[in-house]
């Protein structure tokens, strides 16, 4: 109520007054514990390795309890390889950017060779060391060694996938081997380089990876290992 010459009058209600934001649902804000410890889980990996990544730093950085881990995380084996698990599904989030988005008319080998490089520089961020420090740890934790086993086995299947669906033309029974190596490479890669940093020999092994894949889109990969029927026209080479 205001007064004006000695009249009361009711102004109407002012509607400056920011709305208040909508409250969380539950779901959201497990989401949100779930992926602060993920991360922390992460940043701990990279910046102290994997000896001195304790439960306690991983909960203080991720700002939770201690109960509050345990409930979405028993152990520490399944927070470590949920980790991977999560840095995992971001890279499988790149598939489409690195595979399918290339300009129009660009071939399988152009495609390739592009979405190679675009792995590379995913695989050079910081979180993968991550993937390494708890690679070598498994070889002597066997709980770590069965969790990674099945988040690797998880996130192998679904880039074969994508292989198939971005490269139709590549044979299935090339397709997981030529994951395999592509991964390989480039963790091992990302190994060298915690030793010497090299570009132009990261290149290089990139463009022999490279060539290796487009020779397997284009049907004109030779494997010395496979069996060769008598109606082969291909001759081995000899040395």
Known sequence: M????????????TTDAPAAPPRRTQQERREKTRTALLEATVACLVEFGYGASTTLEIERRAGVSRGARI????????????AVDHLYSQLGDHYEQAFGHAHAGATDAERFGSGLQLLWRVYQR???????????AA????ELR?????????HRALAIDAAGKYFPSLA???????????????LGLIMQRNIVDDPA???????????????????TFFDPHAPVHASSTIKRPTC
């Open 146 to 154: 069965a969790r990674l086993k099945e988040v690797g086995d998880r």
């Open 71 to 82: 409930h979405y995380f028993p152990s520490k084996a399944l927070l470590l390889a949920s």
């Open 2 to 13: 205001t007064a004006i010459m000695g009249i009361e009058m009711e102004l109407p209600p």
């Open 172 to 186: 299935p029974s090339l397709a997981w081997p030529l994951v395999e190596s592509i991964q390989a490479t480039l």
């Open 201 to 219: 020999r990261d290149q290089a092994v990139l463009r022999m990876t490279e060539a290796v894949a487009v020779s397997c889109l284009s049907g």
């Open 139 to 142: 070889r002597t934790d066997d």
């Open 126 to 136: 910081p979180g993968y060391a991550a993937v390494l420090e708890l690679s070598m």
